[in-house]
């Protein structure tokens, strides 16, 4: 029986020590966070309430016209969008959301005057209700 429990012993360790470790890292979960990160880049988080009388094809419209102010304005390296589905009921009747990346805080400023944007402000105002807008960079 000791014999036993000697060999189970030492079948243990030598299994162990064969077994190849993970090695410790010494970064926090945060310095590889920023490792992986885009830091210095920008986002613009846009969200549209359209009015009630507001018609689906203007709604397309609008959506339309802003999309394309990524073929027309440079600055703009990626925009996506999509439609509220979350369940939790938060969205204070948001229902449009836009996030467009830039490289930096300069070519969004370089964006907020452009001419195209402006124009696009009027496809957008006679449909729109509320709109929010937040902006941050990338840490």
Request: charged share 25%.
């Amino acid at each position: 029986m000791k014999r036993s429990i000697v060999l189970m012993a030492v079948a243990s360790v030598l299994a162990f020590s064969c077994t190849p470790q993970k090695e410790e890292s010494t970064e926090t979960s945060e310095e590889v966070t920023m490792e992986k990160s885009d830091k210095g880049m920008l986002r613009h988080v846009v969200m549209f309430k359209f009015k009630d009388e507001t018609a689906q094809e203007d709604v397309d419209k609008v959506v339309n016209a802003f999309l394309d102010l990524k073929n027309s304005i440079p600055e703009i390296k990626s925009i996506e969008w999509g439609t509220n589905n979350s369940p939790e009921g938060l969205n204070q009747g948001l229902t449009h959301c836009f996030t467009l990346t830039f490289d930096n805080a300069a070519d969004r400023d370089a964006y907020l005057p452009n001419p195209n944007h402006k124009e696009f402000g009027k496809i957008l105002g006679p449909h729109l209700d509320k709109v929010t807008v937040i902006d941050y960079t990338i840490e």
